[in-house]
């Protein structure tokens, strides 16, 4: 089973608001990853957790804020986000971090 | 540096064969993948080529490697209407393993 789940599917904040995103996956991988997709583009990566531990993290501002609970789970935290910030949030998993990525649906986020 | 380079479009028609097309600029990847999206959804990992093989065939799919040219390809025979999405090629990014490195998007429409 590849399947990597997210919830929610829809989220809709104001700017002053805090919300967070849920990420889940149970294929034993050790790698877990944060995307965000503006529409007609590619994914751009976020923050790269690597045995529970964030070893990258793309220059993203500290609105969003990444947390690995446990091997199974990766959650973003949204805090003061702006309109600009409205994309389609994907998760991803690999066994460990230069192998195949498996996506998740996404969250799509629209910031108001 | 690293860049992955795909055409934007391509219309065939149902039962005909799809050849997408990538280039690419990084000659240490390891690996390199195709990506399918279809709209609203995630990226569903639809097959992956080690560098050092020239092909890799997975039932409709066939990935070509010009490791040479840095030219990568993917066909899909007898296209039906649900093949329609974006295509996605990435190669894992050499010494930055955990990144990948996104074309811009192939969208395939299949015409009945």
């Known amino acids: 089973d590849t399947e990597v789940t997210q919830t929610p599917k829809h989220l809709v904040m104001g700017m002053t608001n805090k919300k967070s995103l849920k990420c889940e996956q149970h ?14 583009k590619p994914p751009e990566l976020m923050f790269v957790y690597s045995y529970e531990k964030l070893s990258i993290n793309e220059s993203v501002p500290s609105r969003f ?8 789970l990766l959650n973003l935290h949204l805090h003061a ?9 994907l998760c991803a998993s690999s066994p460990l ?3 195949e990525q498996y996506f998740g649906p996404g969250t799509r986020l629209t910031v108001t | 540096g690293e860049d992955v380079e795909q055409s934007l479009f391509l219309s065939v028609r149902e039962g005909d064969s799809s050849v997408i097309n990538c280039t690419y600029t990084d000659s240490s990847s390891t690996y390199l993948y195709w990506y399918k999206q ?10 992956y080529i080690f ?5 890799k065939q997975d039932q409709r799919l066939t990935v070509l490697l010009n490791k040479k040219d840095k030219h990568l390809s ?9 093949d329609s999405a974006i295509y996605f090629c990435a190669e894992n990014g050499g010494d930055s393993s955990y990144k990948l490195i996104f074309g811009s998007g192939t969208r395939l ?3 009945p």
């Open chain 1, 27 to 40: 294929m034993g991988h050790r790698a877990m990853y944060w995307y965000k997709q503006k529409a007609k």
């Open chain 1, 65 to 72: 804020s990444p947390e690995c609970p446990n091997s199974s």
């Open chain 1, 81 to 89: 986000l702006q309109p600009e910030d409205s994309a389609l949030y």
């Open chain 1, 97 to 99: 971090t230069h192998y």
């Open chain 2, 38 to 47: 279809e709209p609203g959804a995630g990226l569903q990992l639809l097959t």
């Open chain 2, 51 to 55: 560098s050092n093989m020239d092909m």
């Open chain 2, 74 to 82: 993917l066909r899909i025979a007898d296209t039906q209407t649900g």
């Open chain 2, 109 to 111: 429409l299949v015409r």
